[in-house]
């Protein structure tokens, strides 16, 4: 059953963490979002690019970590503007907290619903870059694309691939990510 939130008005991290326990939403700029449940392919793409990260991260025993959702990232000190993205990576453990991750995550990864895609391409890819997360990748099945944003400076230089590409990360060196072998 979905939350029906409150009143429209501005809301802070206490409002969001005070939420009825199982309630999937951001708080994006003192406003609530509800988040429908994912589909069985959002899960699939979601397991798959987790298991590739972590294995990675795991065999190169740095100190990034990779969590996927649900995971709270408070993007920023003014305490309203709190997101679950599909997957985080984060390499400054001194930007983990017991709640999730204060700060941007070195890279993250979203993967469209069909319900509502300006989300991710247009909203969150302004929060992220304001945000200064360094590697922004958007799935979107639908299409069978996957847009690579790095940020340079203060603008995210952009890619397009497919679902049949491997594709680098570019917060690491050597880590290719073979979508040919992700079974949907």
Known sequence: MDYAFPLPGTYTETDYYNLPE??????????????????????????????????????????????????????????????EPDISVICNPDKLTDKGCSGAPDWIIEIISPGNPEHDYIEKLSLYKRAGVREYWIADPLSGKITVYCLEESRFQTDTHTFADSIRAGIFDDLQIDFQSLEI
Not at 28 to 38: C, R
Not at 40 to 55: C, D, G, M, T, Y
């Open 22 to 83: 199982h309630t999937h939403a951001e708080l994006i700029e003192g406003q609530f979002y509800n988040m429908s449940a994912p589909s069985r392919i959002h899960q699939e793409i979601l397991s798959f690019l987790h298991v590739e990260i972590a294995n990675y991260i795991r065999a190169g025993k740095g100190p990034c970590r990779v969590y996927p959702a649900p995971f709270a990232v408070k993007l920023f000190q003014d305490n309203k503007t709190i997101v």
